[in-house]
């Protein structure tokens, strides 16, 4: 599943390939994105490149190659016919907990009897490369009350393996409760320019901010702080089996 950011550039690649037989630059696509700066089509391009759509060739300057397009028989717009809405438009991936619905055989529940309460089950959340962030409340799950303090809460799916060592895996549903403010070594909901949410253990230096995978093979991340948006706090976990 590609993020909207990710489906747009991926389709704005392929058609210029297709029209010219030349991938565009980095700046033409910057300007067909409507992002500030290079930093964000590098980290598009990683994410594309990471989930096997497209190929760097080697030795070739603007050498980019589609290996391959999304399953989806109705794609989003590309930004070459229709211009980029500025500012944060969700794309929520739906998950199968519905109250209109039967539940799926490998659906999460609460015993019989216990105290639980529903929860929004409001999409997936990236522990790896980030996903744009997530708004929807017509999904839930239900949560025991017992992983719930005061405050306002929401459960997320989580997707990737970047917090293991945390003991989060793919999969889990993280309960986490809303809040725009984290102390130092909290897992939180960041929000990154307004248009990526990841799980990460947030660490303050500064005014930078740095968002650390519990997974040896990720990178921490570091940012200004005023680009990094607090979302929510890990409260609680639950996991199919």
Do not use: C, W
Not at 45 to 64: N, P, V, W
Not at 112 to 117: E, K, M, N, S, Y
Not at 153 to 177: C, P, R, T
């Amino acid at each position: 599943m590609l993020t909207r950011k990710q489906h747009e550039l991926l389709m704005f690649i392929h058609e210029r390939i297709r029209a010219t037989g030349v991938s565009p630059s980095f700046d033409e696509m910057k300007e067909a994105l409507d992002l500030r700066s290079k930093s964000g089509i590098h980290r598009l391009i990683t994410a594309l490149e990471e989930r096997g759509f497209i190929r760097r060739m080697a030795h070739r300057a603007r050498a980019l190659e589609v290996i391959k397009l999304p399953d989806s028989a109705a794609p989003q717009t590309p930004p070459t016919a229709a211009p980029i809405r500025r500012g944060f438009s969700p794309s929520v991936i739906q998950g199968s907990l519905s109250d209109a619905a039967p539940m799926p055989d490998n659906h999460l529940s609460v015993p019989q009897g216990g105290d639980a309460l529903s929860l929004p089950l409001v999409g997936r959340i990236a522990a790896g490369t980030p996903i744009e962030a997530l708004q929807d409340d017509t999904n839930h799950v239900g949560v025991p009350s017992s992983l719930l303090g005061s405050g306002e809460h929401y459960a997320l799916e989580v997707k990737g393996d970047s917090m293991v060592d945390a003991g989060i895996h793919d999969g889990d549903i993280v309960v986490i409760q809303r809040a725009d403010t984290a102390s130092s070594g909290d897992i939180v909901v960041a929000l990154i320019d307004q248009q990526e949410a990841t799980l990460k253990r947030l660490r303050k230096k500064g005014d930078t901010i740095a968002l650390e995978a519990a997974n040896p093979a990720y990178e921490t991340r570091i940012f200004p702080s005023d680009r990094v948006k607090v979302q929510g706090k890990l409260v609680g976990l639950m996991r199919r089996y």
